[in-house]
T-cell receptor
Framework: QQPVQSPQAVILREGEDAVINCSSS?????VHWYRQKHGEAPVFLMI?????EQKGHEKISASFNEKKQQSSLYLTASQLSYSGTYFC????????????FGKGTKLSVIP | SAVISQKPSRDICQRGTSLTIQCQVD?????MFWYRQQPGQSLTLIAT?????????ESGFVIDKFPISRPNLTFSTLTVSNMSPEDSSIYLC???????????FGPGTRLTVT
C-alpha cells in the first residue's frame, strides 16, 4: 500500500522550517527518506527501523511513530540546497527490503 | 554508501525495438532492484534481482516484457522489450546495503520511445 505524503508541495524562504509527513493505513515496518533534485537520482537521507526512533544529521531529522503509522521529516533553518522532491518509502513487511514510495513532496526554498 | 553507474544514461528508441540497460555497483551486493519513474511521478518497483536466482516481478510487470539478468554480485541488466511510447520513462537500478538497509540509486536511464 502506497504511503501518503503531506503536504504535496511547500514553498519556504531561507531559514524557515518545514515538516513533511508520511503515513499509512497499514503498519509501517520501516521508513526510508530520500531527496531528489530535478534530473538526478534520489539521494538517501535516513532510515528509521523501529517505532519511537528518531534520527538526524545537520538540520534534517526524522521520527517514526509506529502506533500512529506515521513518520515525519523535519527540515530546520532551510537552505536553498534543500529544494527538491522528498519521498518516503515504506517496506512491505517485517524483513522485507522492497519499498513502496509515496507520491512525493515538492519543497522549494527561495531567497 | 554504494556507487552505482548505469548505461546508457539516455536513449531514444523506435517502437517495437528493445533496449538493454546496464547497472554496475562498486561493491558486491546481494539484492538489486529495478524501478521506473515517470517524469514528475513517484518510483515504482519493477523487480528484485538476486544473484543466482530468478528475478521477482511486481504486479503489472512480466518477465517477457522486462527480462532481467544478474550474472554476478556487482552487475545487472534490465531489458525493455518490444517498446511502445508508454514505456518512455526513467529506469533506475538500486541496491541495499547490509547491515544498515540503506538503499542507494543509480543515476537512471532516460528512455524515450517514438
Amino acid at each position: 500500500q502506497q504511503p501518503v505524503q503531506s503536504p504535496q508541495a511547500v514553498i519556504l524562504r531561507e531559514g524557515e522550517d518545514a515538516v513533511i509527513n508520511c503515513s499509512s493505513s497499514k503498519a509501517l515496518y520501516s521508513v526510508h527518506w530520500y531527496r531528489q533534485k530535478h534530473g538526478e537520482a534520489p539521494v538517501f537521507l535516513m532510515i528509521l527501523l523501529k517505532g519511537g526512533e528518531q534520527k538526524g544529521h545537520e538540520k534534517i531529522s526524522a521520527s517514526f511513530n509506529e502506533k500512529k503509522q506515521q513518520s515525519s521529516l523535519y527540515l530546520t533553518a532551510s537552505q536553498l540546497s534543500y529544494s527538491g522532491t522528498y519521498f518516503c518509502g515504506s517496506s512491505r513487511g517485517a524483513g522485507s527490503y522492497q519499498l513502496t514510495f509515496g507520491k512525493g513532496t515538492k519543497l522549494s526554498v527561495i531567497p | 554508501s554504494a556507487v552505482i553507474s548505469q548505461k546508457p544514461s539516455r536513449d531514444i528508441c523506435q517502437r517495437g525495438t528493445s533496449l538493454t540497460i546496464q547497472c554496475q555497483v562498486d561493491s558486491q551486493v546481494t539484492m538489486m532492484f529495478w524501478y521506473r519513474q515517470q517524469p514528475g511521478q513517484s518510483l515504482t518497483l519493477i523487480a528484485t534481482a538476486n544473484q543466482g536466482s530468478e528475478a521477482t516481478y511486481e504486479s503489472g510487470f512480466v518477465i517477457d516484457k522486462f527480462p532481467i539478468s544478474r550474472p554476478n554480485l556487482t552487475f545487472s541488466t534490465l531489458t525493455v522489450s518490444n517498446m511502445s511510447p508508454e514505456d518512455s520513462s526513467i529506469y533506475l537500478c538500486s541496491t541495499i546495503l547490509a547491515p544498515t538497509y540503506e538503499q542507494y540509486f543509480g543515476p537512471g536511464t532516460r528512455l524515450t520511445v517514438t
